[in-house]
């Protein structure tokens, strides 16, 4: 179990939410099931988006289970990032007092670093591209780049977060980096360039980052340096089209 804390509250016997979206027979199943049982779905519903299953204690309760998952079942942690880190916002205050508010970043920060031990490039052939209904014979995509997005774009979103990613950003895409988060960072960069991010402030954060041109070459050459990553060089290519000069 990577995030480990605990908090100071007990296993809640009943949620007790004003305005849950799911019905007390939902939330009576998921209390049936033991800590390790619960899933994407289960967390989904305990935090959902301003309609939490219970108050602050009882959800707060499952809140270190549900930043552990997102270490594990990265397809499914996808769906419940955004909720779990407007629970950490919203409440803010009330995790400071309880003084896990503290854990909460550091597990936030090693979340993102079991996301960036790995740099896995999956190519999408021609048939593939079809399928998707994509117009080009060739895409290639890095695996859990959604999830690590996902993650910076809604500490971005919440004041009490920025620091985090400011930090996070600063510590592990220094110009002593090591290759693989050398990658990342150019795939945090593609993603500002292709994607972008809704509200003008999370685009103006983001763009602060990425501002000095020789330090994203720096990164992009130290990059090329890689050889035992399957379809590099394409990626790169690929990079090197939205690269400034």
Not at 187 to 192: N, S
């Amino acid at each position: 179990m990577i995030v480990n804390f605990k908090t100071p509250y007990k296993r809640p016997l009943k949620f007790t939410g004003k305005f849950s979206d799911f019905s007390p027979k939902v939330h009576k199943d998921i209390l049936k099931l033991a800590d390790e049982e619960l899933n994407w779905w289960h967390y989904q519903v305990i935090f959902h988006f301003g309609c939490n299953a219970g108050t602050y204690q009882e959800c707060c309760y499952f809140l270190p289970n549900a930043l552990d998952y997102l270490t594990k079942d990265f397809d499914d942690s996808y769906e419940i990032i955004s909720n779990i880190l407007f629970f950490i916002a919203s409440h803010h205050d009330k995790l400071q007092e309880d003084n896990i508010f503290i854990k909460c970043e550091e597990a936030i920060l090693e979340i993102l670093l079991v996301l960036l031990l790995e740099f896995d490039i999956v190519h999408f052939d021609i048939n593939q591209c079809q399928d998707m209904g994509w117009n080009t014979e060739n895409e290639y995509f890095v695996k859990n780049t959604d999830n690590v997005n996902e993650i910076i774009e809604n500490l971005v979103k919440h004041d009490c977060l920025l620091s985090v990613v400011n930090n996070f950003m600063a510590q592990q895409f220094n110009q002593d980096c090591i290759a693989i988060y050398s990658l990342w960072f150019l795939e945090l960069f593609r993603y500002l360039k292709v994607e972008g991010f809704g509200a003008k402030k999370n685009r103006e954060i983001y763009w602060n980052w990425f501002i000095n041109k020789k330090i994203i070459m720096l990164h992009f050459n130290k990059a090329k340096a890689v050889n035992n990553i399957k379809n590099l060089e394409k990626y790169l290519t690929k990079i090197g089209n939205i690269t400034p000069e």
